[in-house]
């Protein structure tokens, strides 16, 4: 540890006073720990890598055209079929289940915790939100199926009601898991507008409302629109509630009454079917991994990037 | 704005104040009503079925026989192995990005980026990721434990990593300088003083992200956990099922004596987890300190 016998000691080599002494364990250790920050990076690409080699080749079999824009999704069928339409559909109907729910009562929830609840009251009915989001999907799953859906029957008013599985319970049961996600995160957005814009409302005689509504929400919009974004992100992602409660059968429909396949649902239903390494309906899973993997990414560099710039403004 | 606008006469305003609030409230007691729906239903169906068969059974045709125990063995061991494995590496990122990493370096900013991108990739592309590296291709592992338990690890990395760094980050810069004032060299103070200041935050995210592990089967279903599984795990490369995967085969069985063996499962699965919250909240509450 000592560095003053380096210039006494004539074996040593000669060194200026101020300059340290090479510590080579501490280079070493700095380099192993630069390695497991490494291990994410690697992980996208491991994740580029698996999606891109059996994409390449599916796509050498079935045409781009055919893959986004067939409307039949029926893989394990001679003569087959691979277009990836129905499951699309079937992810933005239940996606947009979701959003109807999360959206809303997400953003009031927040609301509510930034602008009107009391500090006592936030910090016991926060924790209680957020627990929400903590329970496993299957559980969902579960409840969207076996207590959502015969509910949804009951009280069904137009129509014919919804079947044993369907998009509708998985969407709203997914909503609902979602919902903490959106609350926090725009409750952090609205805690980040400086209270000097809340005090010049005021001041101007605004209300309490005419504050939250005019000048909180219009002041963090950004930071709440990537918590959209983000739910939007969570939704198409969302494997084990739709692959239990909306059903197995592709479905080019947009009514969320009746059952259809999302992509994830796809996706682990072939992922059950244990496929041989190689065979088309392998490389599928892999296909279709690779679109869902693509509209994910993209909607979390967005709400990334959204979410940077408030911090910028006030920060 | 104009004026008008801001300040609207108020007997209106008062009524469209009070419907306001009343609309944010109920926007709230939404989930929270969901929640205790969801805890309530799931109880009343499962509380008759919760016994020790239930724990201490295998899993069999015979709805009346069945329980979970290698589904429980399972978890325990493919989490287990999965905090062995993402707690170091999560640390180690953490640290290197908080207390090396010099924010001016195009790669450490892609380091930061890759994170949180990471922690919003959906788990089933995960569970792709394992399936392509370690069941079939590169490491050719198979359907085991091992496999499931590095997919989880990658799954749950960027969540210790985030809080290990929130960890690390409340550490006051004062410690720091203090110990390289008295002569210790940079890995010297973050042994000694920086990570066991910051074990208390570090323990609370770790096993937050653990529970996250726990509950997670979209990429073991990908991974082959699903298989009819009638032994408890003896070593890395056994075949497994781990709890939510159980319940999830159980609950697309036909019979009704099946889901109620689900919601039985189900329960010892929350107990799980509200025992790890809990452990979790009580780390916090007892050790962290306030600078």
């Known amino acids: 540890m000592s560095t003053t016998t380096a210039s006494t000691s004539p074996s040593r080599p000669v060194r200026r006073l101020g300059e340290a002494r090479p510590r080579y364990g501490e280079r070493l250790i700095k380099a192993l720990l630069l390695m497991c920050a490494a291990v994410s990076v690697a992980t996208t690409a491991g994740i580029v890598i698996a999606l891109a080699g059996p994409t ?10 055919d893959f986004l824009f067939g409307t039949d999704w029926r893989p394990l069928f001679s003569p087959a079929d691979f277009g990836v339409l129905p499951l699309v559909t079937a992810t933005i109907v239940v996606t947009a289940c979701a959003l109807a729910v999360c959206i809303p009562f997400g953003l009031g929830s927040a609301i509510y915790l930034s602008e009107y609840a009391r500090p006592g009251v936030r910090k016991t009915l926060k924790p209680v939100l957020e627990v929400l989001a903590g329970i496993p999907t299957v559980v969902y799953g579960f409840f969207a199926l076996t207590f959502l859906t015969p509910t949804l029957e009951r009280i069904w008013l137009f129509g014919d009601p919804p079947s044993v599985f369907n998009a509708l319970s998985a969407g709203l049961v997914m909503g609902v898991m979602i919902l903490p996600t959106v609350a926090s995160l725009s409750e952090d957005a609205m805690a980040a507008v400086p209270q000097t814009l809340r005090q010049g409302a005021y001041a101007l005689g605004a209300s ?36 239990i409660a909306a059903g197995g059968t592709p479905n080019l429909s947009v009514n969320p009454a009746e059952a259809m396949q999302t992509m994830t649902a796809f996706i682990a239903a072939a992922g059950l079917g244990d496929q041989s390494t190689g065979s088309i309906g392998y490389q599928t899973i892999f296909a279709v991994g690779a679109l869902l993997f693509i509209a994910t990414f993209a909607m979390n560099v967005i709400s990334i990037r959204l979410v940077r710039k408030y911090r910028e403004v006030y920060e | 704005m104009s004026a008008t606008q801001i300040a609207p006469s108020s007997q209106r305003e008062r009524v469209l104040g009070g419907l306001f609030r009343a609309a944010l409230f109920v926007s709230l007691a939404i989930g929270i009503l969901t929640l205790c729906w969801l805890i309530l239903s799931i109880l009343i169906e499962g509380w008759p079925r919760l016994n020790q068969d239930v724990i201490f059974h295998f899993p069999s045709s015979n709805p009346e026989l069945a329980g979970a125990q290698s589904a429980i063995m399972g978890t325990i061991w493919v989490v287990g192995l999965t905090a062995l494995v993402t707690i170091p590496l999560g640390v180690g990122a953490a640290v290197y990005l908080e207390e090396y990493a010099d924010r001016d370096r195009w790669w450490n900013r892609l380091i930061e980026l890759n994170i949180q991108n990471l922690a919003a990739v959906p788990s089933i592309v995960y569970g792709i990721l394992g399936l392509a590296f370690f069941v079939r291709g590169f490491l050719g592992l198979g359907q085991t434990v091992l496999a499931a338990a590095l997919t989880l690890s990658l799954l749950v990395l960027p969540i210790v990593i985030i809080s290990s760094r929130e960890a690390i980050r409340a550490v006051p810069d004062s410690i720091r300088q203090g110990a390289l004032a008295l002569g210790a060299t940079q890995w010297q103070t973050i042994w000694r003083q920086v990570l066991p200041a910051a074990i208390p935050g570090m323990a609370t995210g770790s096993i937050l992200a653990l529970s996250r592990a726990i509950g997670e089967a979209a990429p073991l279903v990908l991974l082959g956990g699903l298989t009819f599984i009638t032994f408890n795990p003896e070593g890395l490369d056994s075949a497994f099922t781990v709890l939510p995967i159980q319940i999830f085969n159980w ?41």
């Open chain 2, 251 to 291: 609950i697309s069985r036909p019979q009704e004596e099946f889901h109620v063996l689900a919601a039985a499962a189900i329960l010892v699965l929350l107990v799980l987890l509200v025992a790890m919250n809990a452990a979790a909240i009580f780390l916090r509450n007892k050790y962290q300190r306030k600078w």
């Open chain 1, 208 to 243: 309490k409302r005419i504050v939250a509504t005019k000048i909180v929400v219009p002041a963090a919009l950004s930071g709440i629109v990537a918590s959209f974004v983000l739910a939007i992100s969570r939704a198409v992602g969302e494997t084990m509630i739709v692959l």
């Open chain 1, 56 to 65: 390449i080749e599916f796509l050498g079999e079935v045409p781009l055209k």
